[in-house]
């Protein structure tokens, strides 16, 4: 035994490069996605702010009403416009 034992962090590392070679990087994407915080707002949530911001409601009143911050409702409209979903 010429080496000496291998860390845990050199073993995660070697575990990663096969994983890489194993999958495309969209599916280890995609495994990311599905890990992570749950959203803060449901679907009914989200149709609820699309009518608050339609009736021309401000983020920082939709975001009281439905309990969050003014940041999350942000982030929301903001990926709704990327998707083009209208506000």
Do not use: F, N, Y
Not at 22 to 51: C, F, M, N, Y
Not at 57 to 71: D, F, I, M, P, T
């Amino acid at each position: 035994m010429s080496e000496k034992p291998m860390t845990a962090t050199e073993m995660a590392r070697m575990g990663g490069i096969a994983r890489a070679k194993a999958h495309s990087k969209a599916e280890i994407r995609a495994w990311g996605r599905q890990g992570g915080r749950p959203g803060k707002l449901d679907r009914k949530a989200l149709a609820g702010l699309r009518k608050l911001l339609g009736s021309g409601k401000r983020q920082a009143e939709c975001a009281a009403v439905l309990g969050v911050s003014v940041r999350t409702v942000g982030r929301l409209v903001a990926r709704m416009k990327r998707s083009g979903t209208r506000v």
